[in-house]
């Protein structure tokens, strides 16, 4: 059971649920399936979020369109950044009811913050309930919540989030933008893939009096979807995990030589989910499908950056204003 939660973070980045005992599931289970899918949302809420919403970044670095057959190659990394009040969630306020908080004694003590997936490596140790009678309340062993201690992994609290993608120039100011990692085999009948769309249109030309102005004016919409299919040893059971994310923004630009200084304005719409499927031992009896969560962070953005353009490079930085602020920086390829 102690490994329960480690074996979640290897779900969501490496995709193994081979690499940990059939047990460690079980065994969160049987301290009451509306329990355990409690303390996992609460504990990967700021992942998910995060990582749903880095999937929105890096769609551009000008507003301008490419010109017909023009093209562009980019690969962009994202610092999704966590804030403090994301390393802790409060166990209080999940109305638990088959588990208990207890102190290194083993003694029940009142709900408290418990790390995040993001948070202290410092455990938080959690119990059966006294009132929980019967042979359950001998079967459900200790165990603990820890998290990964982000900042002291890669020096900050912040989730890394790369991108690649390819943006090709049409007619009318119009330009199209794909992501795609096709289906990857991870061993195990494992998979993953990504696939994404994205439509940058000028529309400064639909206006009077500002299409003849020095600056670009586009719309953008862009969509991202990533697939996580994970089977276990056992055929009848699987975990899935999925990011849909999209963005609606206003873009406008200025270039000043071979400066671009570019932001946006607009929407993101982020949602994600985490399922455990097939039938789990329960100790006393068995569930079907036990795990289902859903995540959303949807809300206003706002984009400020700068691109640099030497010949056929570009090298780019900027900086968002959301739920999860964000640093891109980016290096591309670019022939308009």
Not at 33 to 49: F, H, Q, R, S
Not at 53 to 64: D, E, S
Not at 158 to 180: H, I, S
């Amino acid at each position: 059971m102690k490994r329960i939660f480690t074996l979640l973070i290897i779900v969501l980045t490496v995709g193994s649920f081979q690499a940990y005992a059939q047990d460690d599931i079980d065994a969160l289970l049987e301290g009451g399936v509306a329990d355990g899918e409690k303390l996992i949302g609460a504990y990967i809420t700021p992942m998910m979020n995060s990582l749903s919403l880095g999937m929105n970044q890096g769609w551009y670095n000008t507003a301008k369109p490419h010109k017909l057959a023009g093209f562009d190659l980019t690969a962009t990394v994202s610092l999704m950044y966590i804030p403090d009040s994301d390393l802790l969630f409060d166990a209080g306020g999940l109305q638990l009811t088959s588990l208990v908080q207890v102190n290194s004694s083993g003694n029940q003590i009142n709900f408290g913050d418990v790390p995040t997936i993001f948070g202290s490596d410092t455990p938080s140790t959690f119990s059966p309930s006294s009132t929980v009678s019967g042979p359950l309340a001998t079967t459900v062993d200790d165990f603990e919540i820890t998290g990964i201690d982000l900042k002291s992994e890669i020096k900050r609290n912040a989730l890394p989030v790369p991108m690649a993608q390819f943006g090709f120039g049409l007619p009318k100011g119009t330009e199209l933008k794909f992501r795609l990692i096709p289906k990857v085999d991870l061993g195990n009948d494992s998979q993953f893939n990504m696939f994404g769309i994205g439509v940058m249109h000028d529309v400064k030309q639909y206006i009077p009096g500002l299409k003849n102005l020095p600056f670009d004016l586009s719309a953008l919409v862009g969509y991202t979807k990533m697939k996580l299919d994970i089977t276990q040893s056992n055929p009848d059971q699987k975990g899935l995990f999925e990011v849909n994310s999209t963005t609606i923004q206003g873009v406008v630009s200025k270039k000043l030589s071979v400066v671009t200084f570019y932001g946006g304005l607009g929407y993101n719409i982020a949602k994600s989910r985490l399922t455990l499927l097939g039938t789990y031992d329960t100790g006393l009896t068995t569930t079907t499908d036990p795990i289902d969560l859903s995540f959303a962070a949807s809300g206003m953005r706002l984009t400020t950056g700068i691109r640099l353009k030497l010949a056929v490079f570009a090298f780019s930085a900027d900086y968002t204003i959301q739920k999860y602020k964000a640093l891109t920086v980016g290096f591309g390829i670019n022939v308009r």
